[in-house]
């Protein structure tokens, strides 16, 4: 395998792996969701719980704060994940028709011309929305809420940064795809999710799935 598509392949891993973990937050989020639905529907749990000495640490605002801060963490830290495996949403009107080696060519123009600027602008703007958090040390706007609200908003950060790194091992593999050898070409397509349609039209050195035989047998 050569260098460049190495080093696309270590890239991939960070978005991937930690898109993949942040997934499991799915599941305290929606236990969180249901104990507080419940404890505070239902008359008995919630005067019960009330009377806690610990209650502080489960009263309903605390749980609202904490609900959103995990469905934002795990929205942010999905981007990129959800970018390499092509789980984002694609109005492909016209795209889809295209042969393979077009739809490349459109998506790495699409990277360079609205991704790059865009995720390095949301990044500059994210730095200063956190440091303002941290510096003014911005808690729940209750006062009983969730404080230093800046950890939650650091994740900003994390997330639009795992999306520039999934944005640039797509490129690196669309350059590969594009302009590399046989290898390099067949290497990067198996690594590429971004396609509309499964066949090379535009194959490289006759990089095209075999045609389809018939098995029907001719009427006598």
């Given at each position: 395998?050569?260098?460049?598509?190495?080093m696309?392949?270590?890239i991939?891993?960070l978005?991937?792996?930690?898109?993949?973990?942040?997934?499991?937050?799915i599941?305290?989020?929606?236990?969180?969701?249901?104990?507080?639905?419940?404890?505070r529907?239902?008359?008995?749990?919630?005067?019960?719980?009330?009377?806690l000495?610990?209650?502080?640490?489960?009263?309903?605002?605390?749980?609202?704060?904490?609900?959103w801060h995990?469905?934002?963490?795990?929205?942010?830290l999905?981007?990129?994940?959800g970018?390499?495996?092509?789980?984002?949403?694609?109005?492909?009107?016209?795209?889809?028709?295209?042969?393979?080696?077009s739809?490349?060519?459109?998506?790495?123009?699409?990277?360079?011309?609205?991704?790059?600027?865009?995720?390095l602008?949301?990044?500059?703007?994210?730095?200063?929305f956190?440091?303002a958090?941290?510096?003014?040390?911005?808690g729940?706007e209750s006062?009983?809420?969730?404080?230093v609200?800046?950890?939650?908003?650091?994740?900003?950060i994390?997330?639009?940064t795992?999306?520039?790194?999934?944005?640039?091992t797509?490129?690196?593999?669309?350059?590969?795809?594009?302009?590399?050898?046989?290898?390099m070409?067949?290497?990067?397509?198996d690594?590429?999710?971004?396609f509309?349609?499964?066949?090379?039209?535009?194959?490289?050195?006759?990089?095209?799935?075999?045609?389809?035989?018939?098995?029907?047998?001719?009427f006598?």
């Amino acid at each position: 395998m050569s260098i460049i598509l190495k080093m696309a392949n270590y890239i991939d891993v960070l978005p991937r792996r930690i898109g993949m973990a942040g997934g499991w937050l799915i599941l305290p989020l929606i236990a969180i969701i249901m104990f507080d639905v419940v404890t505070r529907k239902i008359d008995f749990l919630r005067i019960g719980m009330s009377e806690l000495s610990w209650y502080w640490l489960i009263e309903p605002i605390k749980l609202q704060d904490l609900e959103w801060h995990l469905h934002g963490v795990l929205l942010l830290l999905s981007f990129g994940f959800g970018y390499l495996v092509n789980a984002h949403v694609r109005v492909d009107i016209f795209r889809e028709k295209l042969t393979a080696r077009s739809q490349a060519k459109v998506e790495l123009f699409g990277l360079l011309v609205f991704a790059v600027p865009y995720l390095l602008t949301v990044l500059y703007y994210a730095w200063i929305f956190v440091h303002a958090s941290y510096t003014q040390g911005e808690g729940s706007e209750s006062l009983t809420g969730i404080p230093v609200r800046w950890i939650v908003k650091s994740f900003t950060i994390y997330g639009f940064t795992l999306a520039f790194l999934a944005v640039l091992t797509t490129m690196i593999r669309l350059c590969a795809y594009l302009w590399g050898g046989p290898e390099m070409h067949r290497q990067a397509r198996d690594d590429l999710q971004i396609f509309a349609i499964d066949d090379d039209h535009e194959g490289h050195q006759g990089h095209s799935l075999p045609e389809e035989t018939s098995h029907t047998k001719p009427f006598a």
